[in-house]
């Protein structure tokens, strides 16, 4: 299709830049060297890390993990604030579309989701069938990911200038 890329950056991050007719290039060697890129190591390893020591608590896997995605999704911010609003959107993006997904789900395989999915373990209401964990865990994985390639290509978004 005209105007979309294909590339290995992920749901959230090609949607973000197909929706917003942007672009990724090089960060600049000025942009590189601001004092904030210090947090660049924490910005990348932080949910990973802290996954570690909250996956032995004593409450569902969903919830550390949705906290440590936060917490990636704020230090990228911090690190690139670039990053705020893209990161926000591309969580509300990929949100949208595990909700399409869980949808389905509940519409092509009814009584799935109470089979399978452990809903004593979870807060125990559900939204059109859906657990609102699994909404949360798309919007912060979302959150997170959106800004992982720009972190890991030291690349950013800009317009697309169209012709």
């Known amino acids: 299709m005209a ?3 294909v590339s290995p950056e992920g749901i959230g991050t090609v949607l973000y830049n197909a929706l917003t007719h942007r672009r990724f290039v090089p960060l600049t060697a000025a942009d590189k060297s601001r004092p904030l890129h210090r ?3 924490l910005a990348l390893w932080s949910p990973f890390v802290l996954f ?3 996956y032995f608590l004593p409450w569902n896997p969903i919830y550390p993990a949705m ?3 936060a917490v990636g999704a704020i230090t990228a911010a911090t690190c ?4 705020k609003v893209k990161g926000l959107v591309g969580g509300a ?7 399409i997904f869980m949808v389905g789900l509940v519409w092509f395989a009814p009584g799935y989701i109470p089979e399978v999915w452990n809903l004593a373990a979870l807060h125990g209401g559900l939204i059109g ?3 609102p964990e699994e909404l ?3 919007f912060s994985f979302g959150w997170y990911w959106t800004g992982v390639y720009e972190h890991f290509t030291w690349s950013k978004s800009v317009a697309r200038v169209t012709a």
């Open 3 to 5: 105007g979309f890329e």
């Open 39 to 41: 947090f660049h190591p």
């Open 52 to 54: 570690v020591g909250l």
């Open 67 to 69: 906290l440590c995605m």
């Open 80 to 83: 690139r604030p670039d990053l």
């Open 93 to 99: 993006v990929f949100m949208a579309l595990y909700a």
């Open 129 to 131: 069938g859906i657990p």
């Open 136 to 138: 949360l865990f798309g």
